[in-house]
């Protein structure tokens, strides 16, 4: 039996049996901690699907992948620096020059900025 088909047999029942497992010992006592306001907004309580919540959450958690997405890009390059040369590196520079701009225009536009009032 080869790695890859091993893999395949060994992961699922291994997961199969450390979630059956953590179903049968984890305590499941709920506190006040455990039933509080999620980040995101939401309240944790049974049977309730949806609530009021602030849409920056969303805003900065899309914002965040998509710089986040935008820097591992530049990794390929930051490694391979030495073979790129300079067309590579100038590749690099613009792209950086053009994530700084987008970054620039979202906190002017405010969609960064999270205000602690419930006016806004």
């Given at each position: 039996?080869?790695?890859?088909?091993?893999?395949?047999i060994?992961?699922?029942?291994l997961?199969?049996?450390?979630?059956a497992l953590?179903?049968?010992?984890?305590?499941?006592?709920?506190y006040?901690?455990?039933?509080?306001?999620y980040e995101?907004?939401?309240?944790?309580l049974p049977g309730?699907?949806r609530?009021?919540f602030q849409?920056?959450f969303?805003?900065?958690?899309?914002l965040?992948?998509v710089f986040?997405?935008?820097?591992?890009?530049?990794l390929?390059?930051?490694?391979?620096?030495?073979?790129?040369?300079?067309f590579?590196?100038?590749?690099a520079?613009?792209?950086?020059?053009?994530?700084?701009?987008?970054?620039?225009l979202?906190i002017?536009?405010g969609?960064i900025?999270?205000?602690?009032s419930?006016?806004h």
């Amino acid at each position: 039996m080869d790695n890859i088909s091993m893999l395949f047999i060994f992961v699922p029942i291994l997961s199969l049996i450390l979630l059956a497992l953590n179903l049968l010992l984890a305590p499941h006592l709920p506190y006040e901690a455990k039933v509080s306001a999620y980040e995101c907004g939401y309240v944790a309580l049974p049977g309730q699907t949806r609530s009021t919540f602030q849409i920056q959450f969303y805003l900065v958690a899309i914002l965040f992948l998509v710089f986040d997405l935008e820097i591992l890009l530049i990794l390929p390059i930051a490694v391979s620096l030495y073979q790129v040369g300079t067309f590579g590196f100038s590749v690099a520079v613009i792209f950086f020059i053009v994530l700084t701009i987008g970054f620039v225009l979202e906190i002017g536009s405010g969609a960064i900025n999270i205000s602690t009032s419930a006016n806004h």
